[in-house]
């Protein structure tokens, strides 16, 4: 076993989990998430998760427009904390601040 992936709702539920065998692919969280969300009515509009820069450039290589409707943004400390600032795919399509929704009152 590598590790757990939980998916959780914002106030805190557990909604789904997943062993993760032998590492954490980016294709594997695709596939957990597809199995989470089934239909594309039930894709949430938003979608954290610490490594979405890579989920998204995965997504973008194999041509997936499963989750061409929901915004995928990766939390404010991992976005400061672990993905460089010359990462322009990352820093344009995953920076939380892009995401005004997120946003209030210049706050998260």
Known sequence: MHNEQ????????ILSRATFFGSEAVSAVKDFIIATFPSLASMPEILFYDNNCKLRLHLLAIRDKYFSNTGLPVDVFH????????DT?????????????LVKDNKW
Do not use: E, R, Y
């Open 89 to 101: 795919s990352c820093q344009q399509h995953c920076n939380p601040v892009a995401f005004p929704d």
């Open 6 to 13: 939980l998916i959780v709702w914002m106030c805190g539920i």
């Open 79 to 86: 976005f400061d904390a672990k993905h460089s600032g010359t």
